[in-house]
């Protein structure tokens, strides 16, 4: 029951501050450049609307307007300013994101190399070694008292024992190389045939 009435964690946003001070900078560039495009439209109509003063003859007009589009331009100048400095500001903001990223990647892997430093420190690998050279002598050793306990009677032994095992081979009889006779098919006799009875007694009958 308590915990339908639990208020539910809301998930936490990767959006960082400076993402977010990344995107106003980027609204606050995209409006100011609206706003020149605006005051460039007005600066040509004005000066078309001074042009056809002028032919009317309205110098006083034309001269107020052009003054009016003097201090657009200037604001225009000015806007141009602010753009190139927000330009820049966010330039600054997102490599020094990508700083901190690299800053964070540095950390863990300083962090896992200190690990692997704290396993395989001076001392333990002192230790391996030695116990591996140690373990190296022992079986050398081990080596020698094994070859050491045979005599030279053992060695002669062994010699006559290699010696008697080539006899043996060098006795094996050769194996034939001369081809056999061919082998001939013997012809069995053909019986004769026996003369049925039964004819001589007809011819005694006649």
């Given amino acids: 029951m308590g915990g339908w009435f639990s208020k539910s964690k809301k998930p936490v946003s990767r959006v960082t501050e400076q993402d977010k001070a990344v995107l106003q900078l980027k609204q606050q560039r995209d409006k100011l ?17 001074a042009k056809k003063l002028l032919s009317e ?17 200037n604001l225009l100048h000015n806007a141009d300013i602010q753009l190139e400095k927000l330009e820049q500001l966010t330039h600054d903001l997102e490599f020094t994101q990508i700083e901190v990223q690299v800053l964070d990647g ?3 892997g300083n962090a896992a190399l200190k690990k692997v430093h704290d396993i395989l420190n001076i001392d333990e690998i002192e230790k391996i070694l030695d116990e591996t050279k140690e373990g190296i002598e022992k079986q050398r050793e081990i080596d020698e008292l094994i070859s050491g306990q045979l005599t030279e009677e053992d060695d002669e032994a062994i010699e006559a024992e290699l010696e008697s095992i ?8 050769e194996v034939p190389t001369d081809k056999l006779p061919d082998v001939v098919e013997e012809k069995t006799p053909e019986r004769p045939q026996r003369v049925k009875s ?3 007694k007809i011819a005694v009958e006649a």
């Fill in 106 to 108: 540095l950390k863990t």
């Fill in 198 to 200: 039964s004819s001589k």
């Fill in 57 to 73: 003859d309205k110098r006083d007009k034309a001269k107020l307007l052009l003054k009016k589009k003097r201090y657009q331009e």
């Fill in 166 to 173: 080539l006899d043996v081979e060098d006795q094996l009889p």
């Fill in 33 to 49: 450049k609206q706003y020149q495009k605006r005051i460039e439209l007005n600066l040509e109509r004005d000066r078309q609307l």
